[in-house]
């Protein structure tokens, strides 16, 4: 592909990232809701991670419904058996959060609050298990789970990038719902991406 020299502004660059983000946010939800919304959620989420990672990387992302189909379509045995695992612990935190509401007071408030450290764990492996997945293939599931946990914890600037971003998203989106229609899942997306390239690069 020849690059013009107009290509390299950085309004172009920028312009370029958001319309391929909103792209591929509108695919990750049509594909999800085309595997039944719960088979389709994590295949749909690997190729979302695949493309953003690509496109992080300055590789070539022109193709992007086939490429984000063939990935889709690739990962979908493979990643829905870890998804069951995923979805058994959120179902466990689910009643163990209703079960909690019979104890008394004194040991309630204990119970929360181990409940809301494992569940900020929890999130923080969710939200790195897939840039983790498709940046580290050749690791086992336990281990990609290890990595997704301890990755953000390894430089504080990265646990303050991704905290920060969260917070940011979550501000734009209340006041500026428009933004999550068109970019919601693709912008996380980003942000974990960069930072699990970032921290990947020196263990490889």
């Given amino acids: 592909m020849i690059t013009v020299r107009w290509m390299n502004n950085p309004l172009y660059v920028a312009c370029d990232w958001l ?56 990962e979908f ?17 689910f009643v163990n959060f209703n079960i909690m509401t019979v104890f008394p007071d004194e040991l309630l408030f204990f119970m929360m609050t ?15 298990f897939f840039p983790v997945y498709v940046s580290r293939p050749d690791l086992s599931f336990f281990k990609m789970i290890a990595l997704s946990l301890f990755l953000p914890f390894r430089h504080m600037k990265s646990m303050l990038i991704f905290l920060g971003g ?6 734009l989106y209340y006041f500026l719902p428009m933004l999550g229609f068109f970019w919601g899942i693709s912008l996380l997306a980003c942000i974990t991406t960069l930072i699990t390239t970032k921290e990947l690069t020196p263990i490889k």
Avoid at 39 to 67: D, K, M
Avoid at 77 to 93: D, H, M, Q
Avoid at 166 to 171: D, K, R
């Fill in 114 to 128: 181990g409940m809301g450290i494992s569940v900020f764990f929890f999130a923080i492996i969710v939200s790195f």
């Fill in 77 to 93: 045995i493979r990643s829905n058996k870890y998804a069951l695992v995923f979805f058994l612990a959120f179902g466990l935190f």
């Fill in 19 to 74: 319309v391929k983000l909103a792209y591929m946010h509108f695919l990750w939800v049509i594909f999800t809701a085309l595997g039944g919304f719960v088979a389709g959620l994590f295949p749909a989420t690997v190729a979302l991670h695949t493309l953003v990672g690509r496109l992080a990387r300055g590789e070539s992302t022109y193709e992007i419904l086939p490429t984000f189909f063939a990935i889709w379509k690739q």
């Fill in 166 to 171: 969260i917070l940011l998203l979550l501000a």
